[in-house]
């Protein structure tokens, strides 16, 4: 059964992140995991892209193992900066070689060690022309974009950001995979904005478990723009600095919100593993999945 088939469903389904480790032993450990993962039935697992295409090789290693060695769908990202509508191209060939059905088409950022690189002379400046490349390309696949609950930070302005976003789903995209976000007034606002939009696709969460108070600050600059409710920073504070009271702390609001997500009639849980399973198997088997 196809993804989209499985996201238009009346029951929520559950899927993970994860990203290409670094060497093939890391590569070996982290099939284990996902093998322990798949036997939750995700819908799909998906794998990292590194800005500006760095993870290009491991991404597509890394999916190809997983589509190899265990049942679970799996699906790509894909990021357009710095990368030629040849490469592109090319990318998707081998994709349509390795029987990928799904990709998450994403614009991406700027290689990091780059730091005056100049987008202008990209072929594709938007994730728009990246979602248009693949439905016009020879090998039917379908298309996940990103959606984001809190405002994308690089767009101010609320308004000419869900012009933006349209632009994405206008050109083909098939599902959207949101950011991840803590407070879920901003999702089901974000749901409500894209229902304003004509924009009736499945819209799957991303949740991401704290475990760390050193990790949450990662987050913080990382993910820019996120926000930290005040309720999941009292669970966190409270727990002083015991390390298994922060983890259990972080743990339990993640599946509070995943349960009221479940309660609004959310399409999906995508949950961010950071290639663990603890967490992730906690949250899933409280949830009942």
Do not use: W
Request: glycine letters at 8%; a negative charge; one cysteine or more.
């Amino acid at each position: 059964m196809e993804i989209l088939s499985l996201l238009k469903a009346p029951r929520p389904t559950l899927s993970f992140e994860f990203f290409p480790p670094k060497d093939d032993a890391g590569a070996d450990d982290l099939l284990g995991i996902v093998d322990d993962l798949g036997k939750l039935d995700p819908a799909f697992v998906s794998v990292t892209y590194g800005a500006g295409g760095t993870t290009r090789g491991r991404t597509r290693s890394l999916v190809q193992r997983i589509m190899k060695e265990t049942s679970v769908p799996t699906v790509p990202h894909l990021t357009c900066i710095g990368h030629s509508e040849d490469e592109i191209s090319e990318i998707l060939h081998h994709y349509s070689k390795d029987h990928v059905s799904t990709i998450l088409a994403l614009r991406g950022d700027p290689p990091r060690n780059e730091p005056n690189y100049d987008r202008r002379k990209d072929d594709f400046k938007f994730a728009a022309d990246l979602v248009k490349f693949i439905k016009n390309h020879n090998h039917p696949i379908e298309i996940g974009v990103a959606g984001f609950p809190e405002g994308h930070p690089a767009t101010q302005n609320r308004l000419k950001e869900m012009e933006y976003f349209k632009a994405k789903v206008d050109e083909g995209a098939d599902y959207i995979c949101t950011q991840l976000f803590f407070d879920n007034h901003d999702f089901l606002d974000y749901r409500d904005r894209c229902a304003l939009e004509g924009i009736d696709l499945p819209i799957v969460a991303g949740i991401m478990p704290i475990t760390t108070i050193s990790g949450m600050k990662r987050m913080a600059e990382l993910a820019e723009g996120s926000r930290f409710p005040a309720t999941l920073l009292k669970a966190l504070y409270t727990a002083g600095n015991d390390a298994k009271a922060i983890r259990q702390a972080g743990i339990q609001y993640a599946i509070h919100q995943c349960q009221e997500l479940i309660d609004e009639g959310v399409s999906g849980l995508h949950l961010y593993t950071l290639n663990k399973s603890n967490a992730t198997l906690t949250i899933a088997n409280s949830l009942e999945f």
